[in-house]
């Protein structure tokens, strides 16, 4: 009577079949984990000279009905003071905090909220087209923000791109200029 001693039930051809199964299933799980993190990238950024379109180029901003998209000045040290979009019809905003809001033929930047405006992220969300009189329907729109940190004021100017689909980042990052260099977008 000759004893069966392979109480596993693991023969060679048996081991080999596992080690490729268990390849298979990791390259395959690598894949679908890297392809998710691919669609679900949270972070688009670019340096304040870049953003101010002194390279000569307007950046933009895609926007769409199934998720907002943050426009971030936290990493850039700046806060925001004032902003306006032209076509308000598909685009709703909000922010981190306070922003001045100015109403009348005369407003002034120096009294009010104006003063304490402390927000350092908008939130842009699209919206199903609003019927304003006299705004024409456009594919795209311009957003303009005035900020302030160390000191200075600075102007952006975003083109917002009306999507339908997810633009592939949650937040537009604002970085400062790298030290020294603050003129390297500049166009010669």
């Known amino acids: 009577m000759k004893k069966n001693t392979n ?8 081991s080999y079949f596992l080690s490729i199964a268990s390849l298979i299933f990791l390259v395959a799980m ?3 984990v890297g392809r998710a993190v691919a669609n679900n990238a949270v972070l688009r950024s670019i340096f304040s000279c870049q953003a101010q379109g002194l390279g000569g180029l307007i950046p933009t901003i895609d926007v769409s009905y199934q998720q907002g998209t943050n426009l971030s000045f936290i990493t850039a040290g700046e806060v925001i003071k004032k902003v306006w979009l032209n076509d308000p019809s598909q685009v709703t905003m909000d922010f981190d905090g306070p922003v001045c809001m100015q109403f009348g033929p005369k407003p002034n930047t120096s009294t009010g909220d104006c003063k304490n405006s402390a927000a350092n992220v908008i939130q842009l969300r699209r919206i199903k087209k609003l019927d304003i ?4 329907n456009t594919s795209n729109t311009l957003l303009t923000v ?3 940190g160390q000191g200075r004021n ?8 009306y999507g339908i689909d997810n633009p592939g980042y949650h937040t537009l990052a604002i970085f400062a200029d790298p030290s020294g260099q603050e003129g390297a977008c500049a166009r010669k």
């Open 7 to 14: 109480l596993s039930g693991n023969t060679p051809e048996r």
């Open 154 to 161: 600075k102007l952006y100017t975003f083109r917002v791109i």
């Open 133 to 136: 009189p006299g705004l024409p």
């Open 146 to 148: 005035i900020t302030e």
């Open 30 to 32: 690598f894949l679908l």
